[in-house]
């Protein structure tokens, strides 16, 4: 439970903590939106598209390896490192 004091200076009400929480959650909206809800989506796709790329090329390179060896024998050598 809160108390009225901590220390030597009055507690703010829980009314102004949740206020001033509110209003920052407001400014980082506010610098967000003259940005434009669509050019967001279309950054975040981009980045999306950028990582799955990333993960693709990554997958392959793991598969062109494993071939050669087997994959029981991939499996086997890493599952030891886990």
């Known amino acids: 439970m809160r108390g ?3 220390g030597d200076r009055p507690l703010p009400p829980d009314e102004v903590i949740f206020n001033q929480s509110l209003c920052i959650t407001c400014s980082v909206f506010q610098q967000a939106l003259p940005m434009g809800l669509h050019q ?3 950054q975040a796709q981009s980045a999306l598209h950028q990582v799955f790329q990333l993960l693709s090329i990554l997958l392959h390179q793991m598969f062109q390896q494993a071939l ?3 994959f029981h024998q991939m499996f086997q ?3 030891a490192v886990l």
């Open 68 to 70: 050669p060896m087997g």
């Open 4 to 6: 009225h004091f901590a």
């Open 77 to 79: 050598q890493h599952s």
């Open 40 to 42: 967001m989506f279309q």
